[in-house]
């Protein structure tokens, strides 16, 4: 299973854009990269997944380099209530498969 | 997640007792898990189950049991073997068809030892 490497911690300011970047060196071939989101005393949220090259949707973005060994989560313009942990994962999630959540990245959003 | 139940969201714990978790989901979904979650620290996989009837364990599957009897329902029993059972504990379901379905999550259950 492939381990995932994220910093610990992040600060960022309303209204700024916020980029988190996810080291996966081992990622298998059939590996996705997913990441949650979430808020004390509640479960993670899906927030985006994909494979390679480039994923929007509509409240972030997941860029996915070639040999991908990295993702970095986006989110533009964050607000206060983005504040949460975000984890990224790396995996198949079929079958028996196993997902791997880390200690994941604290985002703290200031006015 | 509004498709996934678990209740209580607050349970507490005598010693020597056993309680057992609620998770219900009505998403029609195939595969359903279990995590355990302490402060700070990310999730870990105490067991899930793919099938009605059928179940593996996870990483930290001791002092814990589980049933599939009911696709929907997946409930989780803390035994008393479990010695540090105070925790948050996450159910998710997922829908299996091959496909890298992500997995949705209830808000999940404190449990504490009195």
């Known amino acids: 299973l492939a381990k995932t490497t994220q910093p610990i911690s992040m600060d960022s300011y309303e209204g700024q854009e916020v980029n988190i970047t996810c080291s996966h060196n081992n990622i298998a071939t059939n590996d996705y990269i997913t990441w949650y989101q979430q808020f004390p005393s509640q479960g993670p949220r899906f927030i985006i997944q994909?494979?390679?090259t480039k994923v929007t949707n509509e409240v972030a973005s997941l860029f996915i380099p070639a040999d991908r060994k990295s993702s970095t989560l986006s989110l533009p313009r964050v607000s206060l209530s983005d504040t949460a942990v975000y984890y990224c994962?790396?995996?198949?999630?079929?079958?028996?498969?196993?997902?791997?959540f880390g200690a994941g990245t604290r985002l703290a959003v200031h006015p | 997640d509004g498709g996934i139940t678990q209740s209580p969201k607050y349970l507490f714990r005598k010693e020597g007792q056993n309680v057992t978790l609620s998770c219900e989901q009505n998403?029609?979904?195939?595969?359903m898990y279990w995590y355990r979650q302490d402060p700070g620290q990310g999730l870990r996989l105490i067991y899930y189950s793919q099938i009605v009837n059928d179940f593996q364990k996870g990483d930290i599957a001791e002092g814990y049991s589980v049933s599939r009897e009911k696709k929907e329902s997946f409930p989780l029993t803390v035994t008393s073997a479990q010695k540090n059972p105070t925790a948050f504990y996450l159910c998710?379901?997922?829908?299996?068809?091959?496909?890298?379905?992500?997995?949705?999550f209830g808000d999940g259950t404190r449990l504490s030892i009195l």
């Open positions: 994909g494979y390679k």
């Open positions: 998710a379901s997922r829908k299996d068809r091959g496909d890298n379905q992500p997995q949705h």
């Open positions: 994962l790396v995996g198949v999630t079929g079958g028996y498969n196993k997902l791997i």
């Open positions: 998403l029609n979904h195939d595969a």
